[in-house]
């Protein structure tokens, strides 16, 4: 990074809500500086030369595709995660070389997926504590709802039964007492 760019960034004083919620979105999906500068340095070679096929050939059988789940964004693959969807839309926002790259590469030299998977495994060493802390975020969330659902349902139960308790031991009304039959013998 240059001297200029890096003065320019730090002398940005715009601390506005929609700013600051940006950079808490940015920093939650692992979109850093020292990504940004990672990212500037990958070049038409880096995708073009990966060994792909190899690494294909190491995994175990299992696709790209088996391991995530289908997103619904148009600006990126389908066969992404949603984290990865995401991280993905924000990286090519900040980092234009990115998106140039992926113009000049898809899809004569590469298949979008393709290019998708080098990406990310050439920044995995960046973005991996990211992502895991967003699955386990999201399993946080999963379980908490689960516990609220099942608490407020047995809290429905209880509130129930306290009602009808509470009817069935208090004494009759006068209003309830005249509907109650009387026998006659």
Known sequence: ?????????????????????????????GVTHQLIDHVRSFTVDTFKNFPLQDEEERTSGASFSDEIVPSTSASVRKDLSLWQERHATLVLSKVKELSQLRFLLCPR?????????????????????????????????????????????????????????????????????????????
């Not at 990310?120 to 969330?141: D, G, I, Q, W």
């Not at 349902?153 to 009817?167: C, I, L, N, Q, R």
Request: neutral net charge; charged residues 35%; contains cysteine.
């Open 1 to 29: 990074m240059d001297w200029s760019s890096w003065f320019r960034r730090s002398n940005k004083k715009d601390n506005s809500p929609n700013q600051r919620q940006q950079q808490e979105e940015e920093e939650l999906f």
């Open 109 to 185: 030299h590469l298949k979008e997926r393709e290019f998708w998977r080098i990406y990310f495994t050439l920044v995995k060493s960046h973005v991996a504590e990211y992502e895991l802390r967003a699955v386990r975020l999201a399993k946080l969330k999963k379980m908490a709802m689960e516990n609220e659902i099942s608490s407020d349902s047995s809290a429905f139960e209880v509130e129930m039964g306290e009602t009808k308790h509470a009817k069935c031991s208090q004494p009759p009304s006068p209003r309830d007492r005249s509907l109650i039959p009387i026998r006659l013998e």
